[in-house]
């Protein structure tokens, strides 16, 4: 395992998670993207859409924005979507249920559990990694901890069941109880007054389900939104689960450049071909 040797000094908490930060660039994004192979609409208004390398995809990436659960535009992502189909991925990228579409947990992970299923079906036989940006990677890591659905969410997603092979994080607040109240905008309660469904919830306490999963955390040591240390935390816990963890800090990388791709590309590329493999 690879570990970062500081924690993270930052003290601001995640009120800087709107559309603006998580899809920043996306008046810079249209056009030039890759051209959807196929639009999947796996419940109403939610949307999976798959783009193609050239040659034979060595995995699928599922991209989940960020945007405080709040929000989930994937537009600021088109160019990380670029830059690893040109690197040989095919990818999925998705927006899922949130507090300004009037959806609660577990309704936003289950459209992840359910976005995985739908890359796993239309790019068969390879990896599937999912890959999440802030509130995005909260989603990303419950879902591949915790793959099977709620009962609500078997009812809607129709594709076969499948599992992740991999989770990328990008600057995550994993920890919903150390966000200031922020992940209200998630349950829809306090904390106090559903304490099992906040830990249901929260991927630390369910760090020790499926065993091996690997895991790539990217943050930034400038991030002044989601302190390093939320990483850190999740990365301990982790690997206390069994799980094959690589932490990566961003020297001078903020909330909003981290999954730029110039920053993280190259990252996601090498770990997926040496820590996920060819499937």
Known sequence: ????????AAVGLLAGC????????????GGGGPAPAG??????????STSLPDGAPQGVVVLVPGGGWSSADPSGLVPLSQDLVDGGLAVVTITYGTAGTGDRFPVPVDDVRCAVRVAADQV?????????????AHLASLAGLVPQASAQGRETCEVPEAQADGVVGL?????????????????GTAQAQDAERWREGNPLAQAAERPGLPFLLVHGDADTVVPMSFTDAFADELVAGGHDVTVERLAGVDHADVYLPDVVGPLI???VGSAVGQG
Request: charged share 15%.
């Open 1 to 8: 395992m690879r570990r970062a040797v500081a924690l993270g």
């Open 18 to 29: 709107s559309t603006s930060d998580d899809a920043g660039g996306a008046g810079d994004a």
């Open 39 to 48: 639009t999947v609409e796996y419940r109403p208004g939610m949307t999976a």
């Open 124 to 136: 068969p036989g390879v990896p599937v990694v999912v890959v999440g940006h802030s509130a995005g």
């Open 171 to 187: 600057a995550g607040p994993y920890d919903v109880a150390a966000t200031g109240g922020l992940a209200q905008d998630l349950f």
């Open 269 to 271: 590329l090498e770990w």
